[in-house]
């Protein structure tokens, strides 16, 4: 079996007595969508935070591309190749679409802090951007200001700045969130393409568009994996469904 991009093991996190993380054991392939779906208070947000550097494990192991990078900072884990988009948005509203995604053709040059005035005049960088914005269809709007789009438009342009990192793996943080049935089967196509540039873990309450994309479902209760397999096997599981999914699954 091929070596996942993205793999995890006994991820432990505790705050106090209470267990976020129990044991978890969790992995990403290529070309694979893995989706964690789970219900609120379950744990994702805090599994998201130990896998992109934000939060330390108490325990376990994170392994990008073969390398243990459990105790590596978040901008190191970018460099790397692991790109993250968030649920709530992180981008610099008042500068230009370009612009944004520009910061990110900076975290790939591994050089966060160089001026912005020379890098906008960059052509390898300023390619680079365009070229992600052009991956999700927002290159026609490189001017604009990012405030001015729409919110599904602001999602697309995450994953744009996500894909100036040219990632080996993307952690996708409900990207469905504040979508409408329009802009959620355009972010559907946009993830399904995506996959075969990077495999995604991905996040998300939107049961339509998991059961749509994922190869792969775990799914989370209580900070413990209680199921993971392919959608089918996870729709008909008994536990599943009276933990999350409900009889109407």
């Avoid at 996708?172 to 540039?197: C, S």
Wanted: hydrophobic share 45%.
């Amino acid at each position: 079996m091929t070596e996942p991009v993205l793999d995890i093991r006994g991820l432990t996190k505790r705050f106090g007595a209470l267990v976020v993380s129990d044991e978890i054991d969790l992995s990403l392939r290529p070309g694979e969508i893995h989706a964690v779906i789970g219900p609120n208070g379950a744990g994702k947000s805090t599994l998201i935070a130990q896998i992109c550097g934000t939060l330390a494990p108490d325990a376990g192991v994170i392994r990008l591309n073969g390398q243990d990078v459990t105790r590596l900072p978040t901008r190191a884990r970018a460099r790397m190749g692991l790109a993250r988009t968030f649920q709530i948005s992180a981008l610099a509203m008042e500068d230009s679409v370009l612009q944004n995604a520009m910061l990110g053709t900076l975290g790939a040059a591994g050089n966060p802090w160089r001026l912005f005035s020379r890098v906008i005049s960059d052509k390898a960088l300023r390619a680079s951007a365009e070229a992600a914005l052009d991956r999700v269809g927002l290159l026609g709007k490189a001017a604009m200001r990012t405030s001015d789009l729409s919110h599904g438009e602001r999602r697309q342009l995450e994953v744009a700045v996500a894909l100036t990192l040219k990632p080996s793996a993307f952690v996708m943080d409900e990207p469905m969130a504040g979508l409408g049935a329009e802009g959620g089967q355009r972010m559907t196509a946009l993830l399904d393409q995506l996959r075969h540039e990077a495999p995604i873990l991905l996040v998300e309450h939107d049961m339509d568009a998991v059961f749509a994309l994922a190869d792969r479902i775990s799914v989370l209760v209580y900070g413990r994996i209680i199921a993971s397999g392919p959608p089918d096997a996870i729709r008909t599981d008994a536990a599943v469904r009276d933990a999350y999914l409900g009889e109407d699954a």
